[in-house]
């Protein structure tokens, strides 16, 4: 049976010819045993038994190829769907089945696909895309792995494999939402609340710092949380910015306790608020 490399390289104008690489890569542990199945959005295949897997839609061209890649990406451990149609509806479709991950759903496309696939990573569908020969626009909000024509097929798949596995294979699935950082973390009754409400004036002990420290620390880490998620509408760009602003108040603020510079935390304070109010007018 030749490679999902050999077929894909082939795909877009590459050497086919097998690698190192390649030759180590599918003489690894042994292919599970899949369920091979045509849905309504497209041909799906994927390892059998219980959980949840990766996902990946391959958005390519020719079906009878695009079957063969489909069938090679779910024999290294992915629910991989060939699309039919439209790749919304497909990722839609694939995200809420019981045996698939929607928070690590990737896309592969092709020159011919591309629109489509970035149009999945604008609405937020996606964890990561792969585009094979065609330029990726900015801005998408997700990360991202573009594979030009004539690149050496042993060091593109190289990159294909270890991009799939950091972001998406072995990728943590978010559980917080941004509405639960918002409660737990920023909100007046949140972490943010109790530290403003203990820095109404200069805390008396050390250790009452060191607690203020604490919450800001916590504050600080929630913009990490948030640069890693979505917004629901908006500019992905902007949010990403936005969540910057806020880590960085936030971080100010932690510098201010622990030089226990009191006025300084009452500066910082305002900053932090000021960039919630400012991202809750345009995310909220």
Not at 134 to 154: F, H, K, N, Q
Not at 157 to 171: I, K, N, P, S
Request: charged fraction near 20%.
């Amino acid at each position: 049976m030749r490679s999902l490399a050999v077929l894909l390289l082939a795909s877009v104008g590459l050497p086919a010819q097998e690698k190192p690489f390649l030759e180590t890569f599918f003489a690894g542990p042994t292919t599970p045993e899949l369920k091979i199945e045509s849905v309504a959005a497209g041909y799906l295949a994927r390892p059998a038994g219980p959980g949840r897997l990766p996902g990946v839609l391959v958005l390519a061209g020719s079906r009878a190829s695009a079957q063969q890649w489909t069938r090679e990406l779910a024999g290294t451990g992915f629910a991989a769907l060939s699309v039919a149609g439209d790749p919304a509806r497909a990722a839609d479709w694939l995200a809420a089945q019981p045996f698939a991950d929607p928070q690590r759903l990737a896309a592969i496309a092709w020159p011919e696909s591309a629109a489509g696939a970035t149009g999945l990573a604008r609405g937020h569908k996606l964890a990561a895309l792969v585009v094979w020969g065609a330029a990726i626009p900015e801005g998408l909000g997700v990360p991202t792995l573009g594979i030009p024509a004539g690149r050496d097929s042993e060091q593109a798949w190289t990159e294909v494999y270890e991009f799939l596995g950091q972001h998406v294979e072995d990728a943590s699935p978010q559980v917080a939402r941004v509405v639960d950082i918002m409660r737990v973390i920023n909100s007046s009754e949140g972490v943010r609340g109790q530290l403003a409400r203990s820095l109404v004036q200069p805390p008396a002990t050390p250790e009452q710092w060191e607690q203020a420290r604490s919450r800001a620390a916590i504050l600080a880490e929630a913009g990490n949380l948030l640069l890693s998620r979505h917004p629901r509408k908006g500019d992905p760009q902007g949010w990403k910015q936005r969540a910057i602003e806020y880590r960085d108040a936030a971080t100010g603020l932690l510098k201010s306790i622990q030089a226990r510079d009191f006025p300084g935390t009452q500066q910082s304070l305002g900053q932090l608020t000021q960039a919630c109010a400012d991202c809750h007018a345009a995310y909220r």
